[in-house]
């Protein structure tokens, strides 16, 4: 099944697909946040309406989409999560490493990306999109998230999948980068000692803040696809499309980490609760027809349309209003 979330005459109003060309809006007041968070109940009865409303589907092609989760507890990003980044990467962690993006980043299917001068050089990142939930597959009483989560039991945890293009900006990256002495306790420090027992460590430290989380910075949907749908969420074709030019064609089996490895791990700092979103790191490989390197495309210089495509799930695309 598909979920998205549509505006309707001011209202919010959730889309069910029923092919790849119509949807059925379900009643006002439903949220894919609500459905999730017990779908066990849920399910039955939205099947039932998407049948019932199939002779009043509307053309998905005029649909004003939103956010599928338009508010999101929590939006946790893997970082340089694909294979081509290995010989990138001069020394760091073993396990996932994430930033978050703010709600407030979030931008529907066919909203207009709008980037201002001060924004500096800003790229796409196509990324798959994990939704944290209660598989639809089962039929038993809801899971409600979890911390601590085993790694064998980590897929129980995945409601369905949805694309998001972790838009960044390298020069907003710069200008929030420290360069300073950290203070550490000195190596021959006795326990409770005062005084002079520290030390100072040169660091580098960059704060995503800003370059990562924007308004604007995190264009997602339009379809959250339910977990059934996707049977190896690692083996799916992602292609990035600029203005009509395959840029990245790629495959989230190069992920590094992989979506239980992820789940399991992060569940052991942060409770995961349903509806919350992981974006499982950028597709990388550059297309045989000729591609570039995603950061090449500088949408505050090329403006748009960007399009991200996921096999299986769907296509995000979004104008770009440029300065």
């Not at 999101?72 to 290995?86: D, M, Q, T, Y």
């Not at 490895?261 to 992060?266: C, T, Y």
Request: glycine residues 12%.
């Amino acid at each position: 099944m598909k979920l998205g979330t549509v505006e309707t005459d001011g209202t919010q109003r959730v889309a069910v697909a029923l092919d790849d060309t119509r949807a059925v809006l379900l009643a006002p007041g439903t949220t894919v946040a609500g459905l999730i968070g017990d779908w066990a109940a849920a399910r039955p009865a939205v099947e039932l309406a998407a049948q019932a409303g199939a002779e009043e589907a509307v053309p998905v092609a005029g649909l004003s989409w939103l956010p599928p989760l338009p508010r999101p507890g929590k939006i946790i990003c893997v970082a340089l999560n694909n294979s081509a980044n290995a010989s990138r990467i001069i020394s760091g962690p073993a396990h996932p490493a994430t930033f978050g993006k703010p709600a407030s980043s979030l931008l529907g299917h066919g909203r207009t990306i709008r980037l201002k001068k001060e924004f500096g050089r800003v790229h796409p990142e196509p990324e798959l999109a994990v939704v944290i939930g209660t598989p639809p597959s089962n039929r038993g009483p809801s899971n409600k998230g979890g911390a601590d989560i085993p790694l064998p039991e980590a897929m129980d945890h995945v409601f369905g999948y949805t694309i998001i293009n972790d838009l960044t900006s390298p020069d907003m990256r710069t200008e929030d980068t420290f360069h300073y002495r950290a203070i550490h306790p000195a190596k021959d420090a006795r326990p409770g000692e005062q005084g002079d027992g520290i030390e100072y460590v040169d660091t580098w430290v960059s704060y995503s803040g800003r370059y990562k989380g924007t308004d604007g910075f995190g264009p997602i949907g339009p379809w959250i696809v339910t977990a059934d749908e996707i049977p190896d969420p690692h083996d799916l074709t992602v292609t990035c499309v600029h203005q009509g030019r395959v840029i990245t064609e790629d495959s989230t089996a190069n992920l590094t980490h992989k979506v239980a490895g992820v789940i399991s791990f992060l569940s052991g700092y942060q409770t995961l609760e349903p509806g919350d979103i992981i974006a499982m790191g950028t597709a990388l490989k550059a297309s045989a027809s000729g591609g570039a390197a995603v950061q090449n495309v500088n949408l505050t210089r090329l403006g748009g349309p960007i399009e991200v495509s996921i096999s299986g799930i769907g296509t995000l695309s979004n104008p770009v209003e440029v300065p």
